[in-house]
């Protein structure tokens, strides 16, 4: 069965970094783009980055470009998300999907972003 597993979040100080990790099961991970969404506290669950099959076309939202780079590794069946210059703002239970099906979600791992 589909198994996404998210890592690597914790709580950091305004300006820290932290990389979250994705680890995929159960499907031909090589064959899908990838995506990261957040859902903050109140607020809808919103799309924060995606990375195509070869890893060589991303996007990112607005609100993240330049400071987050979402990346993979198919022979490991790994999706990352390298978060630099972290605001408080960003603080987040961050989900990783399959971009375009988004029928299967991990557990999440939350991100808190505070002084």
């Known amino acids: 069965q589909v198994q996404l597993v998210e890592t690597g979040g914790g709580l950091v100080q305004p300006g820290g970094s932290l990389r979250l990790s994705c680890a995929a099961s159960?499907?031909?991970?090589?064959?899908?783009?990838m995506s990261w969404y957040r859902q903050a506290p109140g607020k809808e669950r919103e799309l924060v980055a995606t990375?195509?099959?070869?890893?060589?076309?991303?996007y990112y939202d607005d609100s993240v470009k330049g400071r987050f780079t979402i990346s993979r590794d198919n022979a490991k069946n790994t999706v990352y998300l390298q978060m630099n210059s972290l605001k408080p703002e960003d603080t987040a239970v961050y989900y990783c999907?399959?971009?375009?099906?988004?029928?299967?979600w991990g557990q999440g791992t939350q991100v808190t972003v505070s002084s």
């Open positions: 999907t399959r971009s375009t099906l988004r029928d299967y």
């Open positions: 159960g499907f031909a991970f090589g064959r899908y783009s």
């Open positions: 990375v195509a099959i070869t890893g060589l076309i991303t």
